[in-house]
C-alpha cells in the first residue's frame, strides 16, 4: 500500500513538473520568411526557448518546424501564409514575419512590398483574430545599393503598421535594423554574405524576436505589455552607424539626417561607442522641418550632453530658421562670455532668451537641458535648475525651416567646436526639479518591440 501511494506521489509530482516547466506547452509559433527565416530559425529558437512555445511550419530542421523558405519574394510568402497556418492547433499563437529582402534586393518597388507585407497581417488577423502578429523591419545588408531600398521599405512599413496598430491591437514591430546597427561593427561581426547573417547575427535577431514576445507578454493576450517610451521624437546616439558621417534618429519617428562634414568619434563620448564631431565650419547635422518640431504650446524636453575643445565666439547647439535670422522657433548657443542661452520666438522675428549663470569650462562633459512645463521653461545644467522663464501659455512660432545641429541654421557661422553624444527631443517635460543626483547613466534605450494603441 505504502509503494503505491508513493507511486501515486511520484506520478503526481511529474505531472505538476511539466506543468509548471511547461506552462505555455499549447502556445504556438511560426516563423514566416524566406533564406533568412529558413536557416535562422534554429537560432531563433536557441534563444527564445523551447519550454514555453511549440514550433509549427512546413519546413522541418532536426532542431524545430518553421515557415521559412529559400528565395521567396514577399508576395509568395503572403501565398504561403493559409498553408503554414494549418499546422496551427492551439489556441494561443503568434506568427513572426521577417519578409522582403529578396524584393529589396532586386529593385522591387517599395510600394508593393509594403502592399504584401501588410497583406499578410490583414490575412493573419482576418482568419485568426487573437493571434499576435510580431513584424520586422529587415536587417540590414552590407551591400550599399541593397541597404538603400532596405532603408525605403523599413521606413514605409514601419509607418504603414504603425497606422495598423490603431486596428490591430496585438500587432507588434520588431525593430531588427537597430537590433543589428547597434553594434557598430556589425557588418563585419554579423553577416557570411551581404544579406544572411552568420550564427552571431542569427543570435542577435532570435533576442530581438524574443524581446517582441516577452514584451507582449502572454502569447495571444493583451495583459502585461511594456509600454515603449513614445514621447521621443528624435534620439541620436552618434554611434558611427553605417559608417562614419551617418546619422540615424532612433526615435519611433525614423528621421533623415543629413551630415554635412560631421562624423562620429570615439575620440570623445559619454556613451556607447562614440559621439558626434564637429570641428568648424559647416560642420553640422540638418534635420528636415516636421511636425515633429512644433513646439507651439505644448510641454516639451530638449536635452544633450556636449563637450567642446575650444572655446573661441558662439557656439550654437541647436537652431531652427532662416539666414535673414526670421521665422525662429527656437536656439541653444554659447555665448562669447562662455554662458549658456537658450532662445524662442512667439512671431518667427523677436527672440526671448533664457539664460544660465554657469559658465562652460574646456575639455568637460556637460548634460544641458531645456524644459517647458506649462508655462515655465526651466534650464538645467548637469541636473542643477540655472535659469527660467514664464512663457504663460505662449505659442512657439512654427518655423518651417530646416533644424540644425551645430551652427547657425541655414548659414555657415557659429560651428561648434567640440562634441555633442545623446541628442534628444520629446515631446513630454523630462524634469521640473533638480535631477543631478540621477543625471542619466546610459544610453536612452531603443525598444525593438512598439506598440501603440488606443485607450477609450
Not at 53 to 65: P, R
Not at 208 to 220: C, E
Not at 310 to 335: A, H, M, P
Not at 393 to 408: E, L, N, P, W
Amino acid at each position: 500500500m505504502f509503494k503505491k501511494i508513493t507511486f501515486l506521489l511520484y506520478l503526481l509530482c511529474l505531472i505538476l513538473f511539466v506543468c509548471v516547466t511547461k506552462s505555455h506547452a499549447v502556445d504556438e509559433l511560426l516563423f514566416l520568411g524566406d533564406s533568412i527565416t529558413n536557416i535562422g530559425a534554429p537560432y531563433f529558437e536557441s534563444e527564445i526557448g523551447s519550454v514555453n512555445y511549440d514550433y509549427v511550419g512546413n519546413q522541418t530542421t532536426s532542431e524545430t518546424n518553421y515557415g521559412g523558405v529559400s528565395g521567396n519574394y514577399s508576395h509568395v510568402i503572403k501565398g504561403r501564409i493559409l498553408n503554414e497556418t494549418l499546422n496551427f492547433t492551439a489556441s494561443k499563437r503568434a506568427i513572426l514575419i521577417h519578409a522582403g529582402t529578396n524584393d529589396c534586393s532586386n529593385s522591387v518597388t517599395t510600394t508593393d512590398i509594403v502592399t504584401h507585407v501588410t497583406d499578410m497581417v490583414d490575412m493573419i488577423h482576418d482568419i485568426y483574430p487573437n493571434t499576435d502578429i510580431h513584424v520586422a523591419l529587415l536587417i540590414p545588408s552590407t551591400d550599399s545599393g541593397i541597404n538603400t531600398n532596405i532603408i525605403a521599405f523599413n521606413s514605409a512599413l514601419d509607418t504603414a503598421l504603425q497606422t495598423k496598430q490603431g486596428t490591430i491591437s496585438n500587432l507588434y514591430i520588431v525593430d531588427m535594423y537597430t537590433a543589428f546597427t547597434d553594434n557598430v561593427n556589425y557588418a563585419t561581426e554579423y553577416y557570411t554574405d551581404t544579406v544572411h547573417p552568420n550564427a552571431t547575427g542569427y543570435g542577435v535577431m532570435g533576442q530581438a524576436w524574443k524581446t517582441s514576445l516577452d514584451s507582449a507578454g502572454t502569447i495571444g493576450s493583451t495583459s502585461s505589455i511594456n509600454y515603449p517610451d513614445e514621447n521621443t521624437t528624435l534620439l541620436i546616439h552618434a554611434n558611427g552607424e553605417y559608417g562614419t558621417t551617418t546619422f540615424t534618429d532612433r526615435s519611433s519617428k525614423r528621421i533623415q539626417i543629413t551630415s554635412n562634414l560631421a562624423v562620429s568619434s570615439a575620440t570623445q563620448k559619454v556613451f556607447g561607442s562614440g559621439s558626434a564631431y564637429f570641428s568648424g565650419v559647416y560642420h553640422s547635422l540638418r534635420i528636415p522641418d516636421s511636425t515633429n518640431f512644433t513646439f507651439g504650446s505644448s510641454d516639451f524636453t530638449i536635452d544633450f550632453r556636449f563637450y567642446l575643445y575650444d572655446l573661441t565666439g558662439y557656439q550654437s547647439f541647436f537652431s531652427q530658421f532662416n539666414i535673414g535670422g526670421t521665422d525662429l522657433s527656437v536656439y541653444i548657443r554659447k555665448e562669447s562670455s562662455h554662458l549658456l542661452r537658450f532662445g524662442y520666438s512667439l512671431d518667427g522675428t523677436n527672440v526671448v532668451w533664457v539664460p544660465t549663470s554657469l559658465t562652460v569650462q574646456i575639455n568637460t562633459w556637460y548634460h544641458f537641458a531645456v524644459v517647458r512645463d506649462g508655462a515655465t521653461i526651466r534650464l538645467f545644467v548637469n541636473g542643477v535648475p540655472d535659469g527660467t522663464n514664464n512663457i504663460g501659455t505662449g505659442t512657439i512660432h512654427d518655423s518651417t525651416s530646416a533644424v540644425q545641429i551645430s551652427g547657425y541654421a541655414s548659414a555657415n557661422t557659429q560651428h561648434i567646436l567640440g562634441y555633442i553624444d545623446e541628442f534628444r527631443i520629446s515631446d513630454t517635460a523630462r524634469w521640473t526639479e533638480d535631477f543631478s543626483s540621477s543625471l542619466p547613466s546610459e544610453e536612452y534605450p531603443v525598444i525593438y518591440n512598439r506598440r501603440i494603441f488606443n485607450i477609450f
